[in-house]
């Protein structure tokens, strides 16, 4: 069975704990292509736990690069009714 190519949208612990479900097997049939964060400061903490998994700061950038199936959004809840 093919993977599902995934692009994650944001950085948090919650990211990295979905992330690490996935590694565990948890989480079947997918893998993380990409993690986009327009705060260019979250690409040092994403490169230390994900060296593997590039990061954008331009999420079309990303979307063409990576060719990116599925997107996975992270972002504060604060921001939810927006």
Do not use: T
Request: net charge negative.
């Amino acid at each position: 069975m093919e993977l599902l190519r995934l692009g994650i949208v944001g950085w948090n612990q919650e990211v990295n704990d979905y992330i690490s479900l996935i590694n565990d097997g948890l989480i079947e049939n997918i893998d993380v292509v990409a993690i986009f964060d327009k705060d260019i400061s979250m690409k040092r903490i994403v490169n230390y736990h994900y060296p593997d998994i590039p990061f954008y700061c331009n999420y079309k950038e990303m979307m063409d690069c990576e060719n990116v199936e599925a997107v996975l959004s992270f972002h504060p809840s604060l921001l939810h009714s927006r």
